[in-house]
């Protein structure tokens, strides 16, 4: 028990055989998810046009928005770990592995914010839960979108070496 408080995470029995739970997370996919689509889908009935996935940007944002210099990542509440929702809580079983895993998981999630911030680009993150209501997402992204960027947009040819560099302002 001692062991458990000090994680101070939520633990849960896996219901499933091994082999099932195999199977099951081999379905796992990282692009298109259903979150992923709902948030695309509002956007564009918003009007906006995007980018998905850009590999050359840290964290391969769900969507990119470079005409705003706006990104959103749409995250799963469980591989993400999304703090006091139900559906982020760990599994009992193979402690060490998923303490492990989650935790590097939220590290590199806000390092990648971080830099992309730094950066310059305005960054919107999504739980997989807060899509499911469709008048507070529409809300969301609406403020998100509306709301100034102190930066100019980013164009392709501000990329250098396949990944993102802080484009540079003329000082004459």
């Not at 956007?43 to 046009?49: P, V």
């Not at 964290?59 to 470079?66: E, F, H, R, S, T």
């Not at 990648?112 to 305005?122: E, P, T």
């Amino acid at each position: 028990m001692g062991r458990h408080q000090a994680c101070k995470v939520n633990l849960v029995a896996d219901v499933f055989s091994m082999k099932e739970r195999s199977r099951i997370m081999a379905r796992v996919h990282s692009k298109d998810t259903l979150p992923e689509l709902i948030v695309r889908s509002k956007l564009h009935r918003l009007g906006f046009r995007f980018v998905l996935s850009p590999d050359y940007l840290p964290g391969k944002p769900d969507i990119v928005l470079p005409r705003f210099r706006k990104l959103i990542f749409v995250h799963g509440c469980f591989w993400h770990q999304h703090k006091g929702c139900k559906a982020s809580e760990r599994p009992s079983s193979n402690l060490e592995y998923w303490n492990k895993k989650l935790e590097r998981n939220i590290k590199r999630d806000k390092r990648n914010v971080n830099d992309l911030k730094r950066a310059g680009w305005d960054v919107l993150v999504l739980w997989e839960c807060q899509v499911r209501n469709n008048d507070s997402l529409e809300g969301r992204l609406e403020k998100f979108m509306r709301s100034a960027s102190a930066h100019p947009p980013l164009r392709r040819k501000d990329i250098k070496g396949g990944r993102y560099e802080k484009q540079k302002t003329d000082t004459n």
